[in-house]
Nanobody, 122 residues
Framework: QVQLVESGGGLVQAGGSLRLSCAAS????????MGWFRQAPGKEREFVAA????????YYADSVKGRFTISRDNAKNTVYLQMNSLKPEDTAVYSC???????????????WGQGTQVTVSS
């Protein structure tokens, strides 16, 4: 089992930045690919970013490419999502996930955190 806890969410003005963290505990964090997803009120969960277990490969949704950066520190059992140039449409609950593949679909992940709220004001 892997337990994931997100933090770092909050309220930020458009154009600002936030860094989300996802701390893992339980079984070996470094064995898992990690992903970030988000879900806005009334909308389906959508893929944001993913990173391979080694950190060598990263993937981004077109909507965040160039603005968001996913990274991981396996020594700290933590994955990060650096969010720059935030837009109101980025407002959502952001969740991290661990799985066997750095994929873009929710079903590719086995473990999920509780989520952290990100609100971007205009």
């Amino acid at each position: 089992q892997v337990q994931l806890v997100e933090s770092g969410g909050g309220l930020v003005q458009a154009g600002g930045s936030l860094r989300l963290s996802c701390a893992a505990s339980g079984r070996t964090f470094s064995s898992y690919a990690m992903g970030w997803f988000r879900q806005a009120p009334g909308k389906e969960r959508e893929f944001v970013a993913a990173i391979s277990w080694s950190g060598g490969s990263t993937y981004y949704a077109d909507s965040v490419k160039g603005r968001f950066t996913i990274s991981r520190d396996n020594a700290k059992n933590t994955v990060y999502l650096q969010m720059n140039s935030l837009k109101p449409e980025d407002t959502a609950v952001y969740s991290c996930a661990a799985g066997w593949k750095a994929g873009t679909d929710s079903y590719e992940y086995d473990y999920w955190g509780q989520g952290t709220q990100v609100t971007v004001s205009s």
